[in-house]
């Protein structure tokens, strides 16, 4: 492209120098949307093929004190403990003493049981895995909000991404709020069921394997 002195030709070079910003600025939220959506997908692949170690690899540290949080209550929560716990949480919880031998939950650490939860129990919540593009990107300080964009239409959860050491890592907090959401309509259509009746019948309806009482009960 050559540029002539001609007004036509400065008029054009002007907007061209007034757009670039722009242009520039939507090329950032393209690289940004990229690597987030890499993120996503790279932690979604990583689930599907139960390789929980790489799958925690993509997640912020918010979310691994979620797993510290976690593994207090499912080594000392009793009955009234867990009923006082987001249904979410309850519900890992007792995923976890149900199918998880008890030597190897007192052998747990935070990280451990991030990588037993999200590689052979399923990431909690739920989420979209092909036909999708991240858009309606926000950023506030280290952290970034997109949502789910599939067929054309925004899905939820918007999802949360924090950078950390120059990488941007996905948080879980969106993906227990759907499941904190979602299961007590689970729970509706069952209304002739107590939540506790519920919790069983759903254990085993995903297990097929009978539920022992004693997930009810304190590990330690």
């Known amino acids: 492209m050559s ?4 007004n036509y030709d400065m008029k054009n ?3 061209l120098f007034l757009l670039a910003p722009i242009w520039n600025l939507q090329g950032q939220d393209n690289s940004t949307l990229s690597k ?7 932690y979604l692949m990583a689930c599907d093929n139960s390789n929980g170690e790489k ?10 004190v979620f797993f510290e949080l976690l593994l207090h209550h499912l080594w000392y929560a009793d009955s009234l403990a867990l009923e006082k716990l987001s ?3 309850r519900w890992t919880v007792l995923f976890v003493r149900h199918i998880v031998p008890k ?4 052998a747990f650490t935070p990280h451990s049981l991030a990588v037993c939860v999200v590689g052979e129990i399923g990431s909690p919540g739920s989420y979209v895995e092909e036909g999708y ?3 309606n990107l926000r950023i506030e300080g280290n952290k970034a909000f997109a949502k789910l964009v599939v067929r054309g239409e925004f899905a939820d959860p ?3 991404f924090t950078k950390e050491h120059g990488h941007w890592k996905i948080s879980l907090i969106p993906f227990m709020r759907e499941a904190e959401s979602s299961l007590p309509g689970h729970f509706n259509k069952k209304g002739n069921y107590s939540e506790k009746a519920f919790h069983v019948w759903f254990l085993e309806s995903l297990t097929d394997k009978p539920v022992d009482p004693v997930i009810w009960k304190p590990v330690k």
């Open 133 to 135: 593009e991240l858009g």
């Open 36 to 42: 987030m959506e890499k993120t996503y997908k790279g």
């Open 3 to 6: 540029f002539s002195k001609t």
């Open 13 to 15: 070079f002007l907007w």
């Open 87 to 89: 249904m979410s949480e």
């Open 103 to 106: 030597e190897r939950i007192l």
């Open 158 to 160: 918007e999802l949360e």
């Open 55 to 64: 799958a925690v690899n993509y997640l912020d540290s918010n979310s691994l």
